[in-house]
């Protein structure tokens, strides 16, 4: 890696499984850093490059389709085969992202209710949105687990190759055992999963078990760690923030302690000795990214509510947003209050203002809890997704509602039943009315990323209506079932890949009687769109009317019927 540069060259030795039950002629891998939308990429211009593949030691064919290489193989191999692809490419600089921030609010809705071609926007927006998991600022350097070739995976005797051309994360992997070698200077801080050691000119990381191997690095990190219990085993869990966030690491490191703890106690032992929270640089609306043995948080969580909201207002460009700027430095705002905002503009722009504050009230309220859900739910991801693996382009339901219900067992069990239900309003219930109304109206919870029309509504559906369906799995078969069934879903699938029907069949072997009612519930919550009767039209009613005022009616398209 050349810091200054922002340059990397490497070599990457990989191990790719083979036996005479499947003989392979070929090998594909995804390099995710040329995945249309990352820093920029697309198909002609590339953030990596393939120089040279060897394959067993000898020179090999291979070809390079954007983030896609597909590496021919001289026979058929019945034994694991030794690929080594040689390449380099670059890390795209990006500046901090003001107007990002987690939750509903971020930049989807500007750029559904600010662009002109709503139709075409909204459409194009909706592929692959760069969450910035792979750029450079001039504080964290973020690789994510873009920065090494990823074997695809391998099903019924054929690679699942296709480009992610999705919205959310397009991570898909079998688990490995990762050997690297990072050059960096002693002042930098290099954060990757399992354990690092330093060498004379930088860092070896080993990491075993693993779905992908994240590395983020900076100058400016501080850290913070604490060793606590689990299952007998100690764990070590560490937080790494820039020194501008410091005042957060002990806030980190307890909310990652306490979700392992109940995760684990819930679903399983978190299997390793260590755990780390890091600050990323993320943007797009995007509050974390889960990796294996560790999780990125978006900087802009770490920033006071105030300023969240003022790069949202900021984004929104609308009419009286100077003086509510104003008005967020006063931090007594609370939820659903009126901000004694003066507006000395058209009556237009006091309307505005009046509906927008008293909509910032409660946005500021889910802001508020937004750091610690957002940790809650990526430390979920340990046992759901790269736990339990699944396809996340393919069938994102089965990972991301999984594991945005289990963020509100970690309320429940940190806090009690009363605010889990506070937090399931906000997150699951508000979101998901919010989400269905701006972004187009509810859809079933089972397709591919893809198939969703922009990130409201995929939010939505996957991340809201889904989620809630758990719930009412719960109630339905009762507690000693529904966690027996999760229980067995992590100790059968770790190590392994589901599907969206896998957790269903655990759930009905454990509660035999109930199995029609199982299947009715599946149907109508993942299956089928019933989300505006379910779950109610809530906040979107007030949001759609208020839109209306905003920009003169008919702005937004108003929910499903
Ligand atoms: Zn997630």
Redesign the pocket.
Known sequence: MDWSLLTLSATAQIEVPASSNDPLSDASFFLFANSDGVGGASRTQLNLVVDEVWVNGQKAGWKLDGPVLKVKFASPQTQNVRVEVRYHGLVPRSSPDAGAMGGLMGTDISSLLGGGDKSATAKKEAKNTDYGLYTATPQIVSLGSFWSPTLAVRQNGKWMDAAPDGL??VAFAQKSDYSVHLNAPRDMTVVAPGTLARTENGVTIRADDVRDCAILASREFSSKSKTIQIAGHPVVVSAYATKAHEGRLDECVSIAANALQIYSKRFGAYPFGEFKVVEAPMKSGAG???YSRMVGIASSLYEPMGKQLGGMISSLNLPGADQLLQSLGDETMTGGAQTPAKTNGAPAANEATDALNGLLGQQKATLDSLFEVSIA??V??QWW?IGVGSDSQRDPWV??SL??WSAMLYFEDRYGREKADAMREMHLKTSYSMGAALGGGDRPANLPSAAYTNNLQYGAVV?GKAALFYDHLRELVGDEAFFGALRDYYARYNDALADGKTLRGLVEARSPGKKPQIEALYKRWIEEAHGSEDIGAGAAGDLTQMIGGLFGGGAAGAGDE
Do not use: F, L
Request: no cysteine.
């Open positions: 959310g994360d974390g990214m889960e739910h990526e979920a991801h997704a990972d991301e594991t945005n991340y």
